[in-house]
């Protein structure tokens, strides 16, 4: 199979433990195809799964019952617009959704598009909360955004002001928090933002943010790995990518290029890391230009465990309150291409697989692929790397 060439259709497959037979496929329903799976996000009550397919732009629902539906995008990348219906709008190579919780809005980080855009759940129709677009003309502007220069096509401005008046620059991750702040990579600016959704000021991170406004949270904008033990908006940050939040708050980055996790401190804006990944040795100037990113996914469990994905080393890792390191699932090597990570209710794992177009659930020590096509992997449970020393390979 060529990564990136093929389009599976995809079959929502009965659970099955690893080896076992998947069934008869002329039993399953036939689902609509994706071409690049991408982004992840968990509804926690109803259990639904919602995935964005880069290939086509759109956004797609997966009710527990298995039947998947389209729920956004109309299957061609572009931006017609906000104010029309989800099917109705076009996305552009989305990376990353967001599901508030309490609210049920949809955000999706619209990485071509330069914006943030949200869902709602009572009409479905779409607005974009953060980034005016592009102001680089479109001729400037690489065609793969996995380049140097098509990082220096985006620009940054507008800290301080509105949230929609911000250009970002590549966002390719966002995070909607229980309390109404927004997270967003800023990736190709190496910062993380914020946006106030609520009616009154507050004081994030160390930073004052007003009703409706963005400011940056983390990094200075230049590329780099540093900063750790001090305040997160003085750090140096290398393509930023998915976020999450912990039950105290606190901000989890995956700092891509710099092979890392890094942790904002809720209350003080002190910014520490907590994992290294499979090649952390590797300069952030270096995997920029050959695209290397070990760490992609991250997730937090109801016991506040963390959860994260290694495409290097093929494998989704489990650390402990207490920073103990277990390999909880693993492939031979070029099998899988492991990107997001989320949890659902009962702390089901789910994991994105680009080199197969799937997503993978594991609970316990039994292995699903909850949608596309199963590889057979090896699996791993038992191998550990100890506590993070803060030490690299």
Known sequence: MTRGLAVLSLVLLAPFAPGSSSGNSADKPLEPSISHVAGISVDLTNGVLYLTDQGSSSIFRIATAGLMKPFAGTGSSGFNGDGQTALQTQFNHPTAISLDQRTQELFVADTRNYRIRAISPKDSTVRT?????????????????????????????????????????????????PVGILFIADSGNHRVRAVNRGTSPVILMGVDINPGEIQTIAGNGRMGYSGDGDKATLAQLAFPTELKVDAAGNLLVVDSFNQRIRKVDRQSGIIQTIVAGYIADVPAQRALTQWATSIVGVGITMNQEIIYSDRVDNSVHRMSRGGSDQIIYRTQPHQAEFAQVELGPDDQIYVADVHWNRVIRIQGTRIQTYVGSEPKPVLSFSQSKGPFSGKTH
Request: with cysteine; glycine share 14%; hydrophobic share 35%.
């Open 129 to 177: 909360v953060a980034g005016s677009g592009i102001s680089t003309p479109p001729r400037e502007i690489p065609y793969d955004p996995h380049t140097p220069a098509a990082l220096a096509a985006g620009k940054f401005k507008g800290d301080g002001g509105p949230a929609t008046d911000a250009e970002l620059n590549l966002p390719s991750g966002v995070c909607a928090d």
